[in-house]
């Protein structure tokens, strides 16, 4: 891979340990609060402590009645100290301690001096703590204060004040509802902040008033707020009482109705965008109100900031459900946003199409639902479910396409449900029952056939497995042979696994004995012989659950070759002789264009298997025949151009300590005999191999292919890698054409090659597994690795996935390779055999973390600890 790889997780552990909270506990953090006690007072250090007893308060540590008596006591000599950032933190720590009725009265008159004191920032937080730890009594002896601090000059002390009036509203309501006069005075102040917070509680202070409400409202609407966080609040005040007026609601609504259609030329947004959605929201409203409304949403569409796209597209969608026609104006503007790096942009854009384009664009747009369906959340989901069901009943001739949705979408809804049915144990039953109701009516074999295979291994484990067998029987009646044949399989699944079952399955089975097709009646008989059909209810062998549940580890195409080359004999079909490898291509080595094909690159006579045939090549040679079974041979990798003089590829031969480089030759020159040919391979930077034997080809005419040998030696189940140079050394004699014999002695030459890798996926073999999960969770969880990393930027998805596939030369999975278009997230699942036999699992989860940059979680399962490990190191060091 290009880049390495680094572990994501590294820079988090060197933040843990420079956290100033790590490790802290109560008691020693009490032992360290005796510094309030001190006579000369460190205001750095005692800040210090108090921000760690607010730690362990926030983190929900509780203090007893002595504990916290003891703490606020000692806070509470911290008042003698003038440290701005200590008082602060004094502030703070009172607050949060809450002291009793009895305890309060300590710091009342500090608090109180503070609260009258020069400093604005010690009248501000004396405000806010004296109202949070003062009951109704004491609140009396400071109304006076309250009050002209909310006509205070300075915004910091009169918002403070304002604030401390709202939360003091829940508990002593009569002596706020006092404060209107100096509330009311606080709502005219230049000051944006102070004035949001004036209306926001003289809004609570006349909530129950329906009539000073109102009045509230008309006098405010007169264009005296200027803070865009109030006139917000307003303009949510003014639709409150706009829909409260049930009565004469033309003549009613109408002076507020222009109020909300003034603030959408303000120049905040925010209120450009409340107004638009409060008049959208109105009861009743007509299309001529909602013209100016959409026309601004509309510019909202092109904004450069996503969360004004999502606001806009997100109301229009929703005044989409009632006046659709409203919003056609917007559908090019919308359209352009369907490629929205947002997924929730796009997919609400879509929807909003659904319900407001024509009959033409069904097509086009049901198209790109498809592409959404993996990326969204489930509240999104949801509105392109309602769009479809609204949709079908608009285009009444275009519900065949919308139902069907096409096989992709179905595909996700399908992929959806397992993976929740995996992942979350109480969605089991209620997942199984979706997808039988599914195959109920699925008009696609291919979903059918996988939904019965999982109801198969997934229904017999589940409380009451009998409810499924009725939808499964179904499909013996109702569906094609392949459907059919499927079912019966399940059908056998449920018998080995609930014996209570077992009669009622065999009478199933029997039916199915007369079916049509051969493929289903075989099936039948297989099954009712392997479960024992006599109606006897016995527990199944192991060997019978394993036959139908166990996955084939066996590429059918191998397995395939080697049933045809079997001749019956005495001896039976052994199925451990057939090779496991997956064949990229056919037997072996690419041959450059306009050139035959080279030793083993030449089509062998029968269908004999690549590994076998390399292995009786290499057995048949006396410096290789001490090395061993062979594990691999790979692709041959071609180490010159095309048309050049001399054609030359390599196959690496993989043993479990030896690696053997056939190098495939080819003389293309009718004029030249080559001689003596042999590779001088470098390996200075393959610290980890050592050459032990070669083998020179004596003699190689004209377009006669031939091949030499060089053996190294490597550590016993290492995944060694490294570089080599590779040079051609020959003797090079001058030819008669006609005659084929030489007319000189020959000269010694040399022809450069291309340079030789060997690599992390030189020792993995590509070995297919039926069903992921079963072989995932047969080999447990033992010797699982688990671990993140960043792969840094990447053009797409797709590339980051085949990069790691590469890396790791794994056989993928069920498809998982393919990453579908638009995706931020995807699993990829691979399996294969490491050098020693050793079966290996993977799963990767790859997510879009930024603009390009891609994470990966790596999990590994597989027989040994070491190989587990190793998967790692070759991913990291990739």
Known sequence: MAQPLVKKDDDRDDEAEYSPFLGIEKGAVLQEARVFNDPQLDPRRCSQVITKLLYLLNQGETFNKIEATEVFFSVTKLFQSRDIGLRRMVFLIIKELSPSADEVIIVTSSLMKDMNSKTDMYRANAIRVLCRITDGTLLTQIERYLKQAIVDKNPVVASAALVSGIHLLQTNPEIVKRWSNEVQEAVQSRAALVQFHALALLHQIRQNDRLAVSKLVTSLTRGTVRSPLAQ???????????????????????????FLESCLRHKAEMVIFEAARAITELNGVTSRELTPAITVLQLFLSSSKPVLRFAAVRTLNKVAMTHPMAVTNCNI?????????????????ITTLLKTGNESSVDRLMKQITNFMSDIADEFKIVVVEAIRSLCLKFPLKYRALEEGGFEYKKAIVDSIVILIRDIPEAKESGLLHLCEFIEDCEFTYLSTQILHFLGIEGPKTSDASK????????????????RAAAVSTLAKFGAMVDSLKPRIFVLLRRCLYDSDDEVRDRATLYLNTLGGDGAVVETDKDVKEF??????????????????????????????????????????????G???????APPSGPTSTVDAYEKLLSSIPEFSEFGKLFKSSAPVELTEAETEYAVNVVKHIFDRHVVFQYNCTNTIPEQLLENVSVIVDASEAEEFSEVATKPLRSLPYDSPGQTFVAFQKPEGVPAVGKFSNMLRFIVKEVDPSTGEALDDGMEDDYQLEDLEVVAADYMMKVPVANFRNAWESIGADFERVDEYGLGPRESLTEAVSAVISLLGMQPCEGTEV???????????????FIGNVKLLVRLQFG?????????????????????????????SG
């Open 548 to 593: 139908l549940f166990g996955s084939l580890d066996i590429p059918l195409n191998n397995l395939e070759t080697s049933l045809k080359n079997y001749e019956p004999s005495e001896e039976p079909f052994d199925l451990d002789a057939v090779p496991k490898e997956v064949k990229s291509q056919p037997l072996a080595e690419k041959k450059a264009p």
């Open 468 to 483: 499924y067998i009725r939808y499964i029987y179904n499909r013996v009646h109702l569906e094609n042979a392949t459907v």
């Open 819 to 833: 990453v579908p278009n638009n995706s931020r997230s995807h699993t990829c699942l691979l399996s294969g055999v």
């Open 595 to 601: 050139k035959k094909p080279t030793g083993l690159g």
């Open 232 to 258: 917000c609040l307003l303009i949510r005040y003014t639709t409150q009482v706009i829909r409260e007026s049930a009565t004469n609601t033309q003549a009613g609504d109408r002076p507020f109705y222009d």
């Open 848 to 876: 879009v973390d930024g603009p390009k940059d891609i994470a990966m979680k790596l999990a590994v399962r597989s027989e040994d600890e070491n190989v587990s490990d190793m998967i790692h190191e070759i991913v990291a």
């Open 333 to 349: 503007d919308m359209e352009s946003l369907i490629s929205d790096q947002n997924r929730s942009i796009a997919t609400l854009a």
